[in-house]
T-cell receptor, first 110, second 112 residues
Framework: AQRVTQPEKLLSVFKGAPVELKCNYSYSGSPELFWYVQYSRQRLQLLLRHISRESIKGFTADLNKGETSFHLKKPFAQEEDSAMYYCALSPMDSNYQLIWGAGTKLIIKP | KAGVTQTPRYLIKTRGQQVTLSCSPISGHRSVSWYQQTPGQGLQFLFEYFSETQRNKGNFPGRFSGRQFSNSRSEMNVSTLELGDSALYLC???????????FGEGSRLTVL
């Protein structure tokens, strides 16, 4: 079955510390992976997608097909990174119908 | 370019009533999806419309329905409201052939 797992519901780290939000997926084909972010009182928005291979707001995510993971990383957390983060998968043959993880709430402590 | 617009932003209903929520997608976007967001369940997919046709449907009871008009605007309806329907309902649109979803700010429904 197609599934996206974000094992941490809540992740709390100190400002300046490295951050890693985990995302594992279950899919037999070649998926497209996304990270979406929802800051407090703001709309849900795309943070990055694996095919663009970009670094957005200092965040990167590498698709590891062997481990079926797409972890989101940032070397030095900032307080403004506090938000809800969702990992999502789009099977390539699905008209981009997304499969969502449960989300991880990231809290950056001062 | 205006973003995805949802109305109303907030509403309070009582059990047994019905509610209609509206979504105007970004101009040129023909796909509109609806999601229910709650603290306990996260994001739950309701349905997706493309060119006035429901293309995908999530695992929600028949009380939840939707439609899309020829101008791509969409509405969703929930009949016989239950307390558990209290949630933030999000609408998202995207361009044809593109994966990125653009979300509205949501309609926060409270059922008393």
């Amino acid at each position: 079955a197609q599934r996206v797992t974000q094992p941490e519901k809540l992740l709390s780290v100190f400002k300046g510390a490295p951050v890693e939000l985990k995302c594992n997926y279950s899919y037999s084909g070649s998926p497209e992976l996304f990270w979406y972010v929802q800051y407090s009182r703001q709309r849900l928005q795309l943070l990055l997608r694996h095919i663009s291979r970009e670094s957005i707001k200092g965040f990167t995510a590498d698709l590891n097909k062997g481990e079926t993971s797409f972890h989101l990383k940032k070397p030095f957390a900032q307080e403004e990174d506090s938000a809800m983060y969702y990992c999502a998968l789009s099977p390539m043959d699905s008209n981009y119908q997304l499969i969502w993880g449960a989300g991880t709430k990231l809290i950056i402590k001062p | 370019k205006a973003g995805v617009t949802q109305t109303p932003r907030y509403l309070i209903k009582t059990r047994g009533q019905q509610v209609t929520l509206s979504c105007s997608p970004i101009s040129g976007h023909r796909s509109v999806s609806w999601y229910q967001q709650t603290p306990g369940q996260g994001l739950q997919f309701l349905f997706e419309y493309f060119s006035e046709t429901q293309r995908n449907k999530g695992n929600f009871p028949g009380r939840f329905s939707g439609r899309q008009f020829s101008n791509s605007r969409s509405e969703m309806n929930v009949s016989t409201l239950e307390l558990g329907d209290s949630a933030l309902y999000l609408c998202a649109s995207r361009r044809t052939g593109a994966g990125e979803l653009f979300f509205g700010e949501g309609s926060r429904l409270t059922v008393l």
